[in-house]
Antibody, heavy 118, light 107 residues
Framework: EVQLLESGGALVQPGGSLRLSCAAT????????MTWVRQAPGKGLEWVAT????????YYADSVKVRFSISRDNSKNTLFLQMNSLRGDDTAVYYC???????????WGTGTTVTVSS | EIVLTQSPATLSLSPGERATLSCRAS??????LAWFQQKPGQAPRLLIY???NRATGIPARFSGSGSGTDYTLTISSLEPEDFAVYYC?????????FGGGTKVEIK
């Protein structure tokens, strides 16, 4: 079964750092672009970052550029999101998603919650 | 950045009725548009991709149409499980963007 499982969410103080992970099973991880999407409480979906197959190419939303870094370890079938200089408006559920053969996000994880608060 | 505007924000309908959701882009997205369904406490689910193609396992009552800047998601006859929030998303240009969502609620 194709599955994505996020972990690493926590309560963190403003200015702090956190590293999210997304473990992939059931498909050839290295063959797909991967993306992080977040959703603030009661709000809509916001694209955060995307990484290409080998990790050479990365794309970021302006709101997280410089502060966040997306990476992947294809040998461990795992996607990462390093988040630094966290702010209150980074509080959200963070989802990882696989871009399918049709070019759109076809498989999503269940999400991990990041809360930035003192 | 391409802004996607969804309307209406809320749609109040009864089971069996037809739902028509709109997504308008600030510039052409050349049919590089998807629709997602999200239920409370769940991750989004891909319904429609490339404007008019149903994703795997999506019932035929869901259909998408449109081109250029204007797109529509139609649910031909609402089932109880269809009451949810729907988002459109474009992948025509970076950054990827989502619409603000349309909530389909039971009347």
């Amino acid at each position: 079964e194709v599955q994505l499982l996020e972990s690493g969410g926590a309560l963190v103080q403003p200015g702090g750092s956190l590293r999210l992970s997304c473990a992939a099973t059931g498909f050839t991880f290295s063959g797909y672009l991967m993306t992080w999407v977040r959703q603030a409480p009661g709000k809509g979906l916001e694209w955060v970052a995307t990484i290409t197959y080998t990790g050479v190419g990365t794309y970021y939303a302006d709101s997280v550029k410089v502060r966040f870094s997306i990476s992947r370890d294809n040998s461990k079938n795992t996607l990462f999101l390093q988040m630094n200089s966290l702010r209150g408006d980074d509080t959200a559920v963070y989802y990882c998603a696989k871009r399918g053969d049709v070019g759109y996000m076809d498989i999503w994880g269940t999400g991990t919650t990041v809360t930035v608060s003192s | 950045e391409i802004v996607l505007t969804q309307s209406p924000a809320t749609l109040s309908l009864s089971p069996g009725e037809r739902a028509t959701l709109s997504c308008r882009a600030s510039q052409s997205v050349s049919s590089y548009l998807a629709w997602f369904q999200q239920k409370p406490g769940q991750a989004p689910r891909l319904l429609i991709y490339a404007a008019s193609n149903r994703a795997t396992g999506i019932p035929a009552r869901f259909s998408g149409s449109g081109s250029g800047t204007d797109y529509t998601l139609t649910i031909s006859s609402l089932e109880p499980e269809d009451f949810a929030v729907y988002y459109c998303q474009q992948r025509s240009t970076w950054p990827l963007t989502f619409g603000g969502g349309t909530k389909v609620e039971i009347k």
